[in-house]
């Protein structure tokens, strides 16, 4: 039976490329996804702190990272420590690892002067311990507003064509928050692997007139507006006519106090399970919010 006394601990190792790929293999193996992309889409995040355990053959076996989310909450930026890539190799589950891992980077956290928490998970009962608390996330729905502006101007982004991925990359510079409610800011490595990863069911289209990219799909009658890019945001309007979707309803997955769309009503939206602490927590339950897949970490 392995023995956690076995383990190297290592953290900060994102600039090693052999820790990287060991930590890649875990998460491959334990989410199946893969965040190799990262190193060419947007880099690696700085502030990213991953803690972990190696074997003697230099196997990922145990990994919790914390990184800086900048969030604009009600119209202020607040610097919060999120959490990923919390995992255990099966065969060393049960013996204390990932609790050590935590523990280490909620310290950090609070060393390095985040003001709150945030994470996403399926687990939540692993991190009340610590604080953090669910909140119930929305999508907004109304009908499709009218718009006098002119007819469809969009061209689809592909992020394997260099020239869209740096005008994707260049926009994500100076994007303006999606919401001013809740929003997750900069972010730029966040939204291009979150792209990338989800490419064939989201589409980026850039809008010409307005200046904006829009991250969107369409369900039947629906448009889903997952999130928008741009200087300023754009009314909700000019975004369907720029896209030329012909859809009666619309959704969006963020908190739209910028698309000067008074009809959406807000619809629990069950793909995302979020937890803050407390004082995040408390300020996000004032009304209803949303939160992006593009933005998901
Ligand atoms: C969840 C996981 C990381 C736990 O790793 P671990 O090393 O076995 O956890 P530990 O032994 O350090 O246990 C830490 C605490 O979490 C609790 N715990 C462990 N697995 C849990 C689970 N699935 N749900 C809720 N609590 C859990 C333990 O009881 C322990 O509680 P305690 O501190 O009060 O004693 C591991 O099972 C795993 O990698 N699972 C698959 C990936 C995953 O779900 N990651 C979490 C994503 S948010």
Not at 28 to 41: A, C, G, H, T, V
Not at 156 to 172: E, F, K, N, Q
Request: aromatic share 10%.
């Amino acid at each position: 039976m392995p023995s956690g006394r076995d383990l190297i601990f290592r953290q900060g190792y994102f600039g090693e490329p052999d820790a990287f790929e060991a930590l890649a293999v875990l998460l491959q193996d334990i989410f199946s996804i893969d965040i190799r992309p990262m190193q060419w889409l947007g880099g690696v995040d700085p502030t990213c702190m991953p803690f972990g355990y190696f074997d003697a053959q230099g196997r990922c076996v145990a990994n919790f990272s914390v990184f800086s989310m900048p969030l604009a909450v009600n119209g202020r930026t607040m610097r919060v420590a999120a959490y990923q890539s919390g995992a255990v190799s099966p065969a060393y589950r049960g013996r204390g690892l990932y609790r050590d891992l935590m523990q280490r980077a909620f310290t950090h956290a609070r060393q390095t002067g985040h003001e709150a928490d945030i994470l996403l998970t399926d687990k939540p009962a692993l991190y009340v311990p610590y604080g953090l608390r669910s909140v119930r996330m929305f999508g907004f729905r109304g009908a499709m507003p009218q718009s006098s502006a002119d007819g469809p101007a969009c061209q689809a982004l592909s992020l394997d064509r260099p020239a869209d991925l740096h005008r994707v990359s260049a926009m994500l510079d100076i994007r303006q928050p999606v919401s001013g409610r809740f929003a997750v800011t900069g972010m730029k490595a966040l939204f291009l692997l979150n792209a990338w990863w989800q490419r064939d069911e989201i589409t980026l289209s850039y809008l010409s007139r307005q200046k904006a990219i829009v991250a969107w799909r369409q369900e039947a009658e629906k448009l889903i507006v997952f999130d928008v890019v741009s200087a300023e945001i754009p009314p909700l309007g000019e975004i369907c006519a720029a896209l030329g979707a012909a859809c009666s309803c619309v959704e969006t997955r963020f908190s739209p106090d910028r698309l000067q769309w008074a009809e959406a009503e807000a619809v629990a939206d069950p793909h995302v399970y979020l937890m803050a602490s407390a004082s995040l927590a408390e300020q996000l339950e004032q009304s209803p919010v949303g939160f992006t897949p593009l933005a998901e970490f």
